[in-house]
């Protein structure tokens, strides 16, 4: 059983619609991530929170909006997305993130499929 | 930058073959190093890890090595299972804390 869990597991949207991703973590980690994976790829990095402050945003469109309600939650807020946004978003924590020393592992959710119609 | 370059694959192998994936870095600095595994239909899991260099990380069977004259991390298994197919991701983080993956190598077990 994973220990970050990502709700809902599948999520159809048409590109009007608005939607959010939730994340959940009780490992008392600090640094809570969001990564977008595409069929056969590796994740690509979205966004860091670390110490629930925004640390890292990698140039995301501003149809993405991440939210750190406190050191265990993290959410991804979903608005006119296109179809090119469908993919696998995945929900990371570490323990200590940008903080760090870097030698901290990634612990990830099974993940949202989200498909934009 | 830094990077990862892993095997191509995809790799397909024989129950109870030895399995070998290559991996390469380039980083400034020292980085941690990390093999995660994905399984269909599920996010990545952490395999193993490595710190420093001469570090050997090992689970379920599964071994890599921190070489820091060859910037490699290959990971190595002795005897495959049909149960080990999955996509097998190479990473190494920074001090900054973000991580950077390979491309993925696709590995099939057939019984």
């Known amino acids: 059983d994973t220990e970050v869990t990502q709700t809902p597991k599948h999520l159809v949207m048409g590109m009007t619609n608005k939607k959010s991703l939730k994340c959940e973590q009780h490992m008392g980690h600090r640094a809570m991530y969001w990564y977008k994976q595409k069929a056969k790829k590796p994740p690509e990095l979205m966004f860091v929170?670390?110490?629930?402050?925004?640390?890292i945003n990698e140039s995301v469109p501003s149809r993405f909006s991440p939210e750190c309600p406190n050191s265990s939650l993290l959410n991804l807020h979903l608005h006119a997305l296109q179809p090119e946004d469908s993919a696998l978003y995945l929900c990371?924590?570490?323990?200590?993130?940008?903080?760090?020393?870097?030698?901290?592992?990634?612990?990830f959710g099974n993940g949202t499929r989200l498909t934009v119609t | 930058g830094n990077s990862v370059t892993q095997m191509e694959g995809p790799v397909t192998l024989s129950e109870e073959a030895f399995l070998t994936i290559n991996c390469t870095y380039t980083?400034?600095?020292?980085?941690?190093l990390f093999w995660y595994v994905q399984y269909p239909g599920e996010g990545l899991q952490l395999l193993l890890k490595a710190t420093k260099a001469d570090d050997k990380g090992s689970n379920k069977g599964f071994e890599a090595t921190y070489r820091k004259e060859t910037t490699s991390f290959h990971l190595e298994k002795g005897s495959v299972q049909v149960s080990d197919s999955a996509v097998y991701f190479c990473?190494?983080?920074?001090?900054?804390?973000?991580?950077?993956f390979g491309d993925g190598t696709t590995l099939t077990v057939k019984p």
């Open positions: 980083a400034t600095g020292y980085p941690s």
């Open positions: 990473a190494l983080n920074t001090n900054a804390g973000k991580s950077t």
């Open positions: 990371a924590s570490s323990q200590t993130g940008t903080a760090g020393r870097g030698n901290s592992p990634l612990h």
């Open positions: 929170y670390s110490y629930e402050k925004l640390s």
